[in-house]
């Protein structure tokens, strides 16, 4: 997926997927597998009651070790936000962490399905492998530095970290030597590497301000009388400072829809230093309720992107560089489709009506290949041929 993609799907507020990772922390006999859940709350049906808007979840998790079945059961949770606004804005993630205790063993095959409580949708379904461990040294575990220093382990989303320091809990039963290096995640390449020695809990601060937008994995080896065990720790970073020039001019690219000529130009002339400020500052100047950390707009607009390309692309054009992406994008999705997909005597066309705004408009597959450009009225098109 390219660098677009990635942005649009983890990174700006409105289109999050629900996930779901697992880790793995050894106690003295047993250990504890941390299972941490992050739903957007759109994907979710909220009911109001009591002055609240409520939704539960229900998720089943079932952990194996070989043909050794070590736990089944169902973790319910429930979520209580305060206005309606909140149950559509996916710029905050839900989050639940729960714990589950198993025997030590050397692997364990984790299965999660989440289902919402009101209609029994299943929102996730994934299946986990989790080692081998052969040594009693947890995950590499992503954590609230500001919360630990307080004495509270709360775990931490590990996609598109906008910047800061990430913060890495380890436990050992025990001490160990470490080499601890961080790459890309698509490169033998180390950005650094270093040697260190562990025991009991430790934290790791891993600055991340001055990483490009990318996948990273940070590796750790650890050692003990010529035993070795590995533990890699994957994580996204988006800084639109570290973009490189295409990346973030393809970024830009979304907002021409809705942009002034003079905010794109001021987008891309500005200095890295000053990219997030300009970026933050074109989605203030449109949040129609800025007293609250969601803004509606960018949300509702980021989502018809994000359905554009799902619906709209062909060959190597992303959908909202297409004409019906141009539209949908600007207006919505219409109140009528008159789809024309195979006729005698003409390529396939369609026709978009809003009848609400007295618009219409029709396109035509003059080239058989899903590319509908629109003949009515005349393009507007921003991006050229």
């Not at 980021?302 to 799902?310: F, L, P, S, T």
């Not at 190597?316 to 219409?334: A, Q, S």
Request: with cysteine; charged share 25%.
């Amino acid at each position: 997926m390219n660098l677009l993609g990635i942005i649009l799907l983890s990174v700006i507020p409105g289109i999050a997927e629900p996930c779901v990772k697992a880790y793995w922390v050894p106690k003295d006999t047993t250990a504890t597998i941390l299972v941490d859940l992050r739903l957007p709350p759109s994907r979710i049906i909220f009911r109001k009651s009591g002055g609240v808007y409520s939704a539960g979840v229900d998720m089943e998790i079932r952990i194996k070790s070989g043909r050794e079945r070590l736990y089944n059961g169902i973790k319910h949770f429930t979520f209580n936000l305060k206005d309606y606004s909140s149950t559509r804005a996916d710029s905050l993630l839900l989050s639940r962490t729960t714990k589950v205790r198993v025997p030590i063993k050397k692997s364990y095959t984790v299965k999660i399905r989440v289902r919402d409580v009101e209609n029994r949708d299943m929102l996730l379904e994934k299946k986990i492998k989790m080692g081998p461990y052969n040594l009693p040294v947890s995950d590499l575990i992503p954590i609230n530095l500001a919360g630990y220093r307080e004495g509270i382990k709360e775990l931490v989303s590990t996609s598109s970290i906008p910047g800061g320091t990430l913060g890495v809990w380890v436990r050992a039963i025990g001490s160990y030597s470490v080499e601890m290096g961080l790459r890309d995640s698509g490169s033998t390449e180390w950005l650094w590497r270093r040697e260190l020695n562990v025991s009991g809990d430790t934290v790791f601060e891993i600055v991340v301000d001055s990483l490009k937008s990318g996948s990273y994995a940070l590796s750790a080896t650890f050692s003990d009388s010529g035993r070795k065990d590995k533990r890699t720790l994957y994580f996204s970073v988006f800084n639109i400072g570290r973009l490189s020039e295409k990346d973030f001019d393809e970024l830009t690219d979304i907002l021409w829809y809705i942009a002034e000529p003079w905010e794109i130009d001021s987008l891309k002339n500005a200095p890295d230093s000053l990219r997030s400020k300009e970026w933050q500052e074109f989605w203030k100047r449109r949040d129609p309720t800025p007293g609250t950390p969601e803004n509606e707009f960018m949300e509702k607009y980021i989502e018809r992107v994000k359905y554009a390309n799902a619906h709209f692309s062909y060959g190597n054009i992303p959908g909202y560089k297409t004409d019906r992406g141009m539209i949908y994008i600007k207006y919505g999705p219409p109140d009528e489709i008159e789809r024309h997909p195979f006729e005698l005597d003409s390529p396939p066309y369609e026709i978009w009506r809003y009848y609400s705004l007295g618009l219409t408009f029709i396109f035509v597959d003059k080239s058989g290949v899903g590319d509908y450009e629109l003949v009515y009225p005349n393009s507007g098109y921003p991006f050229g041929e």
